[in-house]
C-alpha cells in the first residue's frame, strides 16, 4: 500500500461511484469476547510497559498492537461460516468494505488553471533561456555562484492580468488562456554596485516571441537594493564569524560554556535579527548566540555581535559592537582585556546551564510524566464512510465540494493561495492568499528589541513543510504537492497541502418545535483546506474553512518554539520566565490576507454598518413608563474614498465591513453583500513608528484596508520588505490615493495576529489553540434566505398525534452508511525531493545539508 498522501488519484468516476466495494467481511461474538479479555490483560500489561518504555514512539507501537487485534476482518468473499468453522456462537454481521476514500475527479471551469505554478521543466527551460550568452546577464549557476556573481535567485509563475484570467474563466470553450510569463530575480552582485532586479519572461512556453523585461510597476522603488537580497546557503556570515569567534573560546567557554572553533562539536550557534537594513544602505544584523541544543531559540546566553556585511566582500565585514550581560565592547579585544582583568561583570551561574539537561526544549515526554486515563487508546477518527465527499484535480490543483469550487497556486514566498473560487455557480473571491506575516519583539536586549520579522523574506512557500499524516491533518486527508525554486534548484514536497471534509459535530441550524416543518437540524459539515510553513522556530497552520451556508472562514495558527530571551530581572515587563534562565518574549503577530471579494460581479462597494444608541418618544408609549424609550439603531454609509477605508472595527463590534453589489439586489431590494467578519483575536500590530518598522508593514497598523484593485498593486508587501523598514519596495499606504471606491473592483486587505506574551505554557512549543486568529468572509443578503437549508444532510421532524410516540422524520434518505473503512496506512515520512538546476534529482547529501537550507539565518552553524 502507499503511504497515505502519495496515492495516486482515480482517473474517472467509475473507479469510484460511491457505492459499497463487494468485500464480506464477517465478525465472530467469540472473537469479539476474546479480543476484550485480550484488551484488559494487554491494558495490565500496558501499564507494566509503561513504566518500562521511555519514549512516545514505545507506545505507540503498543497502542497500534492492540488496535489491530481488536476486531479481525476477514477478507475475501467466501462465506463467513467458513471462516469460523461448525461454531454454534457465530454472530453474523455482514459487513462490506467502505466505497475508496479517495476523492472522484473533479470538473473545474476551465481545462487549464491560470494560476499554476511552473513545471519544473519550465523553470529548466527559462534558466537555460536567460542564462544563454547572446542576454549577456553574465550569469554563473545558483549552485556554483558567490554572493559578488551574477545568478538567477528566483524562478516561479508570475499571475496573469486579472481581465485576461476572468475573460477565460468565464468563457474557456471560446477564449484561449491568458499568456504565461515567468517572474525572475537576478542578484547582480557582479556589478560594480550590485543589486537585485525583478524581471518578465515570457510569453512561455520558450519560443521566438520570448522576450524578457524589468518588472518595476509593482514596486514603490528601483532597483532593489543588494543589501536587501535574499538568504543563500552560501556560508554569507560564516567567514566573519570565523575570525571572530575561535580567538574568543577561552572566554567564552568560561563564562557559559559555549565555543566556536568552526568544528562539528561547536557548542553554540548563531541566529540573526533582522532587518537588517534601513533603506539598503547597509547590512548589518545582531546575532544572538544560543547554545546548539535541539531547541536553541530557548537557550540564548546573553551573549550578542553586531556585525557589518555591506557589500560583497567579506574581508571588509567586520564586528561593531559586542555586548555580554549589558556589557557594551567595541572590540573583541576590549572584551578580552576586561575578561582577563576581571572587570568584566559576569552572569551568575544558572542551574540549567548543564548541557546534558535540554530536554524541557524537546517535544519528548517528561520523565516522570503522568499517565491519563485511556490515553494509550487511538482517539476517535473521522471517516467518510458514504466515500468521501470532495473532488479534486490533483494536475490542476482543483478543487470542490458541496457548490464550492476553487483553484490552488503555490508560490516562493507566501505559500499556498486560492483562485476563482465559486459558490453555488457564482464567483464570489478572485483571490484569497496571504501576503506577509509580521513579529516584533520587545525586551532588555540587544536582539529582542530591534527584531521586527516580516517572514515573507523568508518565503512561507519554500518553508512549507511535509505534513505528518493523521497528525497534521486527518487520516482520510487528501495532499497536493507543491514546488518550488530556489537558486540551486527546485523542492517539490508531496504533502504540502492537506484537504479533508471535517464533521464539527454541530449543527448549521436547528430548532425544537411542533408546528408541521418546525423542527429538525442541518448538519454543519466543514471542507478545510491546510498548509503548514516551519520559519526557523515558527510554525504556521493556514487554514481555510468552507461552510454549506457560503462562509469561508479563515485562520492561521502558530506553533513551533518561541524567540526566547535570556532570563533575568531586568527582563521584567518583556516577557515572562518559562525556565530558569530562558524567557519568552513579548512580541505581537500580525498577518495579512488580501481578499478580492467579486461580489455578484467585480463592481463593488465599500460599506460600513454600524449601531448606535437614540432615545426616541413616540405617541403609544404609555405614561407607566414615561414617553422616552433608549434603543440602538442601524445605520448604514458607504465608504467612498480610498483614504477613509484603513479600517479598525468599531468599540465593542458595533458594527462591521462589507463588500456589496449596489446595482444587484437580492429579492427583497437589499444589496447583495459579502460581510468581513472578526473571527478569533482580531488584533492589529500595537506598536507604531518603530523605526524597524516604520513603512514596510504599514498594514499592519488597521484591522483591515479596502483599495481599489490594480494589477499593479499585486501584493501588501515584498520579499525585501523585512530589509527596507525606511524605503520598502511595497509601501502600502502608497495605495490609498485618494481613488472613488463606488462601484468598482474592491481587495480587502484583512488581517489577523496575536498579542502573544509568552507564558510557561508556551513550552516546549506554542499551542494553536490560543496562538490562532481568524476571519470570516460570509453572505450578507447576498441570497434570498440561508441556503444551508438546501442541505440533505438534514433531519426534519415531526411531533405525533399521540403523547409519548415516536416523532416522525424525513432525513431526505442520507442514511449512515455501516461499512468497513479501508486500513490506515502506516505511518511513514519521507524527505522532499529536490532537483538540480537541470531538473535531475539532487537529494541532500547529508542531513546537516537538509537542516541548514530549513533554518538558514535562524540557526548559523559556522564552519570551516
Ligand atoms: C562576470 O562576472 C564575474 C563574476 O562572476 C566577474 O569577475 C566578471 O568581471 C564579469 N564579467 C563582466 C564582463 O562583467
Ligand atoms: C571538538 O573536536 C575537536 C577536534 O576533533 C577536539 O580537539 C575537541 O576537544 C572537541 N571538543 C569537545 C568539547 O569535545
Ligand atoms: C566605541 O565606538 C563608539 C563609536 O563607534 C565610540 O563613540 C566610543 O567611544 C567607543 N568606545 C570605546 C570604549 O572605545
Ligand atoms: C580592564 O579592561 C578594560 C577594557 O579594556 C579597561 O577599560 C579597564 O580600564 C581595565 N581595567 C583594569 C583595572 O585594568
Ligand atoms: C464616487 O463615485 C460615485 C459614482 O461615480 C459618485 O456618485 C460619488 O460622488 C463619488 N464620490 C466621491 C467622494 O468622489
Ligand atoms: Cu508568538
Redesign the pocket.
Known sequence: MAPAGYELLPKSDSEHNGLVQPAIVSRSRRQRRSCEGYFSTVRNLFLILALLVGTASGFVVIAYLLQSKLVRIEDGSASSQGSVPGSGDVFEEPLQRCPSNLPLPAKPPSPTNPFASLTIPETVAIHDWVSSPALNLNLTAGDKAFISDNYIYRIEAYRPPKKDAIAYLDNPEQTSPPEKYAHIVIHHGSASEPYVQDYLVGPIPISEKTAMRKLTEVYHRDPIPYSARGFTTMNEIAPLLLRIMPPLAEATEDLFGG?VRG?P?D?IVGGMAAPFSFDGSFRRGWISWRRNVPGPWLHPVNFFMYVDTTGTDPEQWKLLKLVYNHQVFNTTDEFLAAYRNGTLKRLPDRPDQDPSSVDWSTRKRPQPHSLRDLDHLPGPRSVSFGGVRFRVDRALQYVSWMGWGMYFGFDRDMGLSLWDLRFKGERIIYELAPQEAMAQYAGNDPMQSTTAWLDRYFGMGSAVRDMMPGYDCPHEAVYLPATTYNYEGSITRERAICIFEHDPGRPITRHTGYAAGEMGATLGYQLIVRSVSTVGNYDYLFDYIFQIDGTVEVRLSASGYLQGGYWEPSQEGYGTAIRDSTMGSLHDHVINYKVDLDVAGTENSLLFTHTATEKITQPWLDDDWGQEVIQQKISKTYIENEDDALLKYPANFQGGYSLVNRESLNRWGVPRGYAIHAGYSPIHNTVVGSKRLLNNANWARYNLAVSKRKDTEPTSSSQWNLHLPGAPMVDFHKFFDGENLTQTDLVAWVNVGTHHLPQAEDSPNTRTNLAASSFFLTPLNYFDYDVSIDSRNAILLAAPEKPGAPWAFDDYGVRQAHCVPPPVAPFEYRGVSAFGLDGAPAPAQTAEEMRKSAELFHRIKVEL
Do not use: K, S
Request: charge should be neutral.
Open positions: 565555543v568544528l562539536n557548542t
